[in-house]
C-alpha cells in the first residue's frame, strides 16, 4: 500500500505540475538563501579571525604616545632596549618580546629596486608576530650582538628584487647600508585592512641602529602573552611597568599606548557578527517569503484538493488513505525543493567566496534549520488542509465551494 | 463483509436529517420510510427541497442521518465507524453525480482505475477491467483523454465506467443526466437501463424528469422529507425489446 501511495502521490505531483513548481520554488529560494547568506557571513567571520590570529600569536603592542593622538604623533619619548629586556624579566605572563624599530628605505639589488621599509629587531620578532623562515636561517647571537650587515627579507621584497632567484648570500643595498641575505620570511599575506605585512626587510637590532638610524631608538615593543587567557592581565601589568620606568606620576595621561590584538579581533568579530546577523535575517525574509508563497499556492488549491478527497472518499477511500497520500505529496515536494536548494545554497555561496577571497565554512545547523523550516511550511500547509477535508463527511466535501 | 440473508438491501426507518439549527433548521428528511430489494431500478423524484438527494446521500452512506434507522443488508449503518462505512462504498457501492465529480488532468482511464486502486487490485488487472468498463460504456479509444478533452455524455459515461468497474451491487446516480442535453440523456438512460438488467446492478437514481424516471421500474416521490407515493411501472425499454438494444 505504502508503494502505491507512493506511486499516486508522484502521479499526482506531474499532474499538477505548475502548482508542484511553484511549491518547490518556493522552498527552494527559502533554503537556498539562508544558506548561501549564513555561509558567506561565516567565510567573513572565520577570514578576519584566522587574520587576526596570524598577526601573532597572544600578541600585545606597547608604542609610545597618547592613544587618542595616534601612536607615533606628539613628543612622546621612544622606548629603549631596555624597556623590552625589563618587559621580559619583570612579567611573568610574557613569553617573549621583539622590540622594534623602523624607517623607509630604498633596496636596491643589481639594476633593481624597491622602496619598502627596513625593521630593526631580535630573534623574538617571529615567534612574537608569527613569522616563519622559509629560506636560509634566523639572525645568530653574534650578528644581533655585533650589528652585523646581515638582513632577512620579506616575500614581497625578494619577488620584488629576485624574483625567482635564489637570493641567500647576495648583497643587497637597503638605504646607505650594503647588506647580506641570510634568510627568507614565509608569507603572511594581505592583513585585515589591506595593507601587505610581506613588504619589508628585517635586520638585527643593533645592526639598523648603529648603521640606519645613529641612535637606539625602539618604536615598539611587541609581546607575545603565555596564553590568550591572560593577555588583559599582561596588559594592565604592562601599563603599570612602563608608568614606572616612563616616571609617570599617578593620575599623569600615560604617553605610551598598549594594544591588545583580542580587543582588536573582539571589535571585527563584533562587525563581521553584526554582518552575518544582517545577511541572516535578510535571508530569514526570503524563508518566509518563500514559506508565504508554499502557503498560497496549498491554500489556494484547498477548494480543488478538497473535491477531490471527497471523490476519493466517495470511491471508497479511507480518510487516512488519502491523508497518507497528501502528506507523501507534501513531504517529497518539500525534501526535493530543500535538496535543490541546500546544492544552490552550498553552490552559490562556495562560488561566492571564491570570489571574495573568504573560506569556506560549512554549517550543518544552519542547513538543517532551513531545510526543517521550509520542510515544515510545506509539510504543514499540504497536510493540515487535507486533514481537515478528509474528517468532512463525504458529501461535504464534495460540495465544498 | 456484510452479509445477512433475507433482509432488504436497503431499508430506511423514520430517518431525519436537520440542517441548521433553531430558526433556520431546515428538516431535509422528515421520518422518511423506504425499502429497496436488490435489482430494482429505483427513481427518486420530488420538487427541490423535498429530501430526494438528502434520501440518496444517506443510502450511499455519504451523509448520515440526525436520527433514525438505516439498514445495509440489515447491517445498521448507523452503527459502523468511518473507516467501516468507507471499506461499504469500496465493495458495495458505485456513484454517478449530476457534476461528473472525475478528477481534473487525470486520463479516462486512471479515473476509472482509482477505485480499484482501493481495492489493491494489481496493476494489470487494474488496467484490463477499466479498459473493459469504459469499452462497457462505448468509450473505447478515449482512454487517455483527460474529463477537459471529453463531451460532458463522455464524462458521464467515464463516471459510470467508474461507479460500475468494481460490480457494486448499488449504482446510486443523483441527477445524472441533468448536465447534459437531451440526446446524451437517453443514451446515459440506456447505458443505465442495460447494467440493470444485463448485470443485476440495482440503481437508484434522482431525477426531477418524468421522462428519466420511466426507465425504472418504480418511482418514489418525496415530499416535505417524507415519501409521498411509490409506485410500480413498467420500463420504457421494455417496449423496445428485453435486451435494450434499438
Known sequence: MLWTTLMMALREIRRNAMRSLLTTLGIVIGVGAVIAMVTIGQGATAKVTSDVAKMGKNLLTVMPGAARR?????????????????????????????????????????????????????????????????????????????????????????????????PLGAQIRVGKLSCQVVGVLGSKGQSTFGSDQDDFILLPLSTFHRRLAGNTDVNAIYVSATSDKVTTRTKQQLELLMRERRRLAPGQAANFMVMDTKELQQTLQGVTGALTALLGAIAGVSLLVGGIGIMNIMLVSVTERTREIGIRLAIGARAYEVLMQFLVEAVTLSVFGGIIGMLLGLGGSLAAVRALGLPFVF????????????????????????????RLKPIEALRHE | MIVSDGAPLIELRDVHKVYGHGESEVRALDGANLRIDEGEFVSIMGPSGSGKSTALNVIGCLDSPTHGSYRFRGVEVGSLTLDQLALLRRHYLGFVFQGFNLLARTSALENVELPLVYRRVPTAERRRRAMRALAAVGLEGRETHTPAELSGGQQQRVAIARAIVTDPIVLLADEPTGNLDSARKVEIMRLLAELNVSRGITIVMVTHEDDMAAYGRRTIRFRDGRVESDTRHPSVMDAEGADGRR
Open chain 1, 70 to 166: 595616534g601612536p607615533t604623533s606628539g613628543t612622546a619619548p621612544p622606548f629603549t632596549l631596555n624597556d623590552a629586556n625589563a618587559i621580559l624579566n619583570e612579567i611573568t605572563t610574557v613569553a617573549a618580546v621583539a622590540p622594534s624599530a623602523g624607517q623607509g628605505v630604498l633596496a636596491v639589488y643589481g639594476n633593481k629596486n624597491h622602496n619598502t621599509g627596513a625593521t630593526g629587531s631580535t630573534n623574538g620578532y617571529f615567534d612574537v608576530l608569527g613569522f616563519e623562515i622559509e629560506q636560509g636561517r634566523k639572525f645568530t647571537d653574534a650578528e644581533l650582538q655585533g650589528g652585523t650587515p646581515v638582513c632577512i627579507l620579506g616575500a614581497t621584497v625578494k619577488r620584488e628584487l629576485f624574483g625567482a632567484q635564489d
Open chain 1, 363 to 390: 554549517s550543518p545547523g544552519i542547513v538543517a534549520l532551513a531545510f526543517g523550516f521550509s520542510a515544515m511550511v510545506g509539510i504543514g500547509f499540504g497536510y493540515f488542509p487535507a486533514r481537515k477535508a478528509a
